[in-house]
């Protein structure tokens, strides 16, 4: 089991091995639906997922769980700044992503921006639901449109270790989301 000392040294740099990751997420306390409430920033946490980093990149934000049945799963800066609820259309891109690392380069980034834009929508496009994965029942947001699911474990009052459970991905991939307590829509 994780010490409190490792997981704060694991989450302060953003980078750790899938192993110590699974055994961090492991190690923590299951959350429910109302603790996910409302806007949460995200970032990586790396361990060397080939997504490492690429949401960071295109300028993401983070995720917004209105409430267990209107759930924004991608939010995004736009080129001014202001946040943007983008529909995961392109997740399809992440085969493509996981084959060709160049897609990961700077010189897309205005492009994928761009696109993000023309992506935007007010509509949801997951749900909260509280099921098990890795042994205990926790808040899992479950995509619409693909098969994907992302877990969550408690870290703090304002913060939760997100594992997304990609179909047929070898590799989990893991993300930190901070909640948000601006109230700037």
Same mark, same amino acid.
């Given at each position: 089991?994780?010490? &409190?000392?490792?997981?704060? +040294?694991?989450?302060?740099?953003?980078?750790?091995?899938?192993?110590?990751?699974?055994? +961090?997420?492991?190690?923590?306390?299951?959350?429910?639906?109302?603790?996910?409430?409302?806007?949460?920033?995200?970032?990586? %946490?790396?361990?060397?997922?080939?997504?490492?980093?690429? &949401?960071?990149?295109?300028?993401?934000?983070?995720?917004?769980?209105?409430?267990?049945?209107?759930?924004?799963? %991608?939010?995004? &800066?736009?080129?001014?700044?202001?946040?943007?609820?983008?529909?995961?259309? $392109?997740?399809?891109?992440?085969?493509?992503?996981?084959?060709?690392?160049? !897609?990961?380069?700077?010189?897309?980034?205005?492009?994928?921006?761009?696109?993000?834009? !023309?992506?935007?929508?007010?509509?949801?496009?997951?749900?909260?639901?509280?099921?098990? $994965?890795?042994?205990?029942?926790?808040?899992?947001?479950?995509?619409?449109?693909?098969?994907?699911?992302?877990?969550?474990?408690?870290?703090?009052?304002?913060?939760?270790?997100?594992?997304?459970?990609?179909?047929?991905?070898? /590799?989990?991939?893991?993300?930190? &989301?901070?909640?948000?307590?601006?109230?700037? /829509?």
């Amino acid at each position: 089991m994780q010490t &409190l000392e490792t997981c704060k +040294l694991i989450l302060k740099t953003g980078q750790t091995t899938t192993e110590k990751a699974l055994e +961090l997420f492991d190690a923590l306390e299951p959350v429910d639906l109302a603790f996910m409430l409302g806007r949460w920033q995200g970032s990586g %946490l790396h361990t060397n997922h080939p997504m490492d980093g690429l &949401l960071e990149k295109f300028n993401w934000y983070g995720k917004e769980f209105v409430d267990p049945e209107n759930v924004h799963p %991608l939010l995004f &800066l736009d080129s001014q700044g202001k946040v943007i609820k983008v529909a995961p259309s $392109y997740i399809g891109l992440t085969n493509w992503i996981l084959k060709f690392p160049i !897609l990961k380069n700077d010189f897309l980034k205005p492009l994928v921006i761009l696109t993000n834009s !023309l992506l935007k929508t007010q509509k949801s496009q997951a749900r909260l639901r509280m099921m098990e $994965y890795r042994g205990k029942v926790s808040a899992t947001m479950i995509y619409d449109h693909f098969p994907v699911n992302d877990s969550f474990r408690k870290v703090d009052d304002n913060t939760v270790l997100g594992i997304m459970d990609l179909k047929n991905s070898p /590799q989990p991939f893991f993300f930190i &989301l901070r909640r948000s307590l601006s109230s700037g /829509q």
